[in-house]
């Protein structure tokens, strides 16, 4: 084209912004129609200087970086098998005398809030240590019974469990390297309804308890003695591909072991096999517990790598919230979180609910839980209701994770594997912490649970990691 | 901006181009880095003036449209319920004596395919009527054994079955808009393995057809009668919804009605539980004919609605392929295609496949199989390997369909329903024939299931069904 053009000042006809940060600036330009990228960022550890220098040092470390890998390679390929089922006084380590062990954290009889209170009742009653709930509960008050953490006897329960000695305890075993294998225990699980793991201690709760101890669990062993160990996270991967998360939903994978076992069932001695029947075929959460010890047994064995930022505990009682990383045996607590993006029951509603409870969070450093929540239509339905609301929830812990799942394929995700192994430095760095896909129980009434919905792990106790990670390496030079 | 131009011809420097029909001159464009929107159409029919004549006289009736949404509103809101199992010559109407049922349309045994004829030689042994395979062969070479299409019974028969008199079959009943239910059968699922529905004759499928008899018959008829009747296409939903299409993967389903009638199981009389918890715990297809069952209970209810053009019934021998519509009597029948898009076991290929053969592809026309492929990581592998293959298969039933199933919902697809309600104007305007999801048998060696893959229904059939019924209406006139 030819032509001549006198030296005028020309402004721009057409605008292309790229906006990075506060999100107001990019939709002030799209008011007004010009086209903008909008880089959604912040500035790491929301400017915290000290958080900021802590990140330095652990982010300048490559021995950080090494064991970190080595933690992602555990998480993704231990195999972690159920070998049988035994009473817990039978099988899980240093459990003293007339103790119950419980969700989350470390914590006092006077803080243990009510759900778990009721369930702590239910157990000592089912254990015949008192007669009734109310004997069970000057006994707890008194002190009479021992409260421990069920993570610190390589055991995880869920929601508001509180188990005694004479419970059945799968025993998942996850030979690692070779040596002897590391082994974990999680209670069967006691199935919707009346029970004490949601907070009741009714007769109801109390009695199926004893259900569990005198028939489910010499049932599942029986199985087991016949089949052989059960490859826990393979039969999982099969339930993620069918939409499970194997947290809030895991309807595949108690059917897919239904099924596996089904000729087994079959040949039960008479008193356990009818009563059995009707426990399985009336618990689609049977695979919950089953997920939990496996995940347990990986990050026992994470947790044996020093010097990583990787979380390897993340657990909560009601009354806190509590994280550990590999290589330590401290825990970072601070107060439990209500459970947001909630589904109510019908008459239910916030005011009601008990704060986000239970060890089942494991699931969620594995792959599992909100990780796996892309390929998961159910717990959709609690994150907005499409698929793109659950692959955000998968996409915000690929932010947070240093690896992904060799295992767990999710295909409404291009097959993509399930993001691993929370990165403390991601954690800090995002702002961005673990949502956690959880049932919620009623605060005070003991009426069980009364949603379900989304947690999101609270910043504090991973800033407080962060600080003393860091604090250690500069100690360590 | 300002300046002068000559009366210059200038070409333009860029070019936007929209293609419609031959995609040759689309991909020209392209390679010359040209912008081009291509749109893949082709003159209806293939431009056949005869039947864009008969296409134009089915548009221009209001009537077909009308019987058609009425078609499509059975196909969608029938409830099919199993009552009951039972032998066959005890439940299905019109059966004559010493006669085998078989797949797809009639037949003589002189064109009956290798597989076929095998099936029918262990039914005969099995049914008490020969010794053995050999003398089997000979009553049925020189018709001392009769056949007749399971269709024409109210019978749907999967892969490359035939049936005697002594099968225990499923009762379905469709109760329609009240009245006398719609009845409709189909055998108790084989299961995998060495079994005559994959065309085998061994000692080994012949006895499990007498253990269908004998054990699994009678095992699932007192489950019922305990259990109570079963909604069929409920379940089938939630396992679409856990990525079955209920053709090619039936596992989510079969694993839910497991784990529903378990606690029934575990009281069957001990003679039939142990025997029925293995045949049932080891046969992931144990669902597949209790949803064709259910689909040919809403077909026989749509296909009393007269001057339609939906497909009622599409059925296949290894033989020939036919199909009818709703309101008519008459089979359109041409030769069984080969089964493409094929993933065949080791050591098997092309050469060693028998044709396409089986009633299960009553499946494709209630919103299953193909219709319901864009949900399923399973078929998936058959298409391509993505879920975005798995779409364009359910996409493409989309285009030859009257309508959407409120029932089966696809998460993968933004939970839209699944097409249901092939029409035959659409098929032959589009050229697009339904696709549908099989097995593979071995076409001569007897060695039964040697791949799985799809097969694409032959126009000949929709082609000369649309003639058929175009020249009905003129005559009507």
Redesign the interface.
């Known amino acids: 084209?030819?032509?001549?053009?006198?030296n005028v000042v020309r402004l721009p006809e057409r605008v292309e912004v790229l906006n990075i940060g506060l999100p107001m600036f990019a939709e002030a330009v799209r008011a007004q129609g010009g086209q903008v990228l909008h880089v959604d960022w912040r500035p790491p550890a929301d400017g915290d200087r000290e958080l900021v220098r802590a990140l330095e040092v652990l982010h300048a470390d490559p021995a950080v970086d090494r064991a970190n890998a080595e933690v992602v390679r555990r998480l993704d390929v231990g195999v972690p098998s159920l070998v049988t089922v035994a009473p817990a006084a039978e099988v899980v380590p240093r459990l003293p005398e007339r103790t119950l062990l419980h969700c989350g954290p470390a914590i006092g009889w006077d803080r243990v809030c009510d759900p778990l209170r009721r369930s702590m009742r239910a157990a000592t009653v089912a254990e015949g240590w008192a007669a009734d709930v109310g004997e069970a509960d000057r006994l707890l008050a008194r002190g009479d019974v021992a409260l421990q953490p069920a993570n610190e006897h390589d055991t995880v329960v869920p929601m508001a469990s509180a188990i005694g000695p004479s419970s059945p305890m799968l025993v998942v075993e996850n030979p690692g390297d070779g040596g002897a294998p590391r082994r974990a225990f999680a209670p069967l699980n006691q199935g919707p309804g009346e029970t004490a793991w949601f907070g009741r201690d009714t007769e109801a709760a109390v009695e199926r308890l004893r259900l569990l101890r005198d028939v489910c669990g010499p049932a599942v062993a029986a199985i087991l003695d016949r089949a052989g160990p059960l490859d826990v996270l393979a039969l999982a991967a099969q339930g993620v591909?069918?939409?499970d998360d194997l947290h809030m939903r895991t309807?595949?994978a108690?059917?897919?072991v239904?099924?596996?076992?089904?000729?087994h069932?079959?040949?039960?001695p008479d008193e356990l096999?009818?009563p059995?029947?009707?426990y399985?075929?009336?618990n689609?959460l049977f695979y919950l517990t089953l997920a939990m010890a496996a995940a347990k047994a990986l990050t026992l064995w994470a947790a044996e790598v020093p010097g990583s930022t990787i979380v390897t505990s993340m657990a909560r009682n009601g009354t806190t919230f509590g994280i550990r990383t590999s290589g330590t045996d401290t825990w970072y607590v601070t107060d439990a979180p209500p459970v947001g993006d909630a589904l109510y029951y019908a008459g239910y509603g916030p005011d009601d609910a008990a704060p986000d409870i239970g060890d089942s969070a494991v699931l969620e450093l594995v792959g599992l839980g909100g990780p796996a929540a892309g390929n998961s239509?159910s717990v959709?339905a609690f994150l907005g209701g499409?698929?793109a609301d659950a692959a955000a929830a998968t996409e915000g812990f690929r932010r947070i994770c240093a690896g992904t799942s060799s295992r767990f394929q999710l295909?409404?995700m291009?097959?993509s594997g399930s993001p691993i192994g929370v990165d403390l430095r991601l954690v800090v760095e995002t702002g961005i912490t673990p949502k956690v896909t959880t049932g919620i129980l009623h605060g005070h009434s003991g009426e069980g649970q009364v949603g379900a919905g989304v947690a999101t792990a609270p910043q504090a106790c991973f800033a407080e990691a962060l600080r003393a990670l860091a604090a250690g390496r500069r100690r360590d030079r």
């Open positions: 084209m030819t032509g001549t053009t006198a591909a069918m939409g309807q595949a108690t059917n897919l239904t099924r596996t076992w089904l000729p069932i079959a040949v039960l096999r009818a059995f029947a009707r399985l075929g009336g689609h239509p959709a499409s698929m295909p409404a291009g097959f």
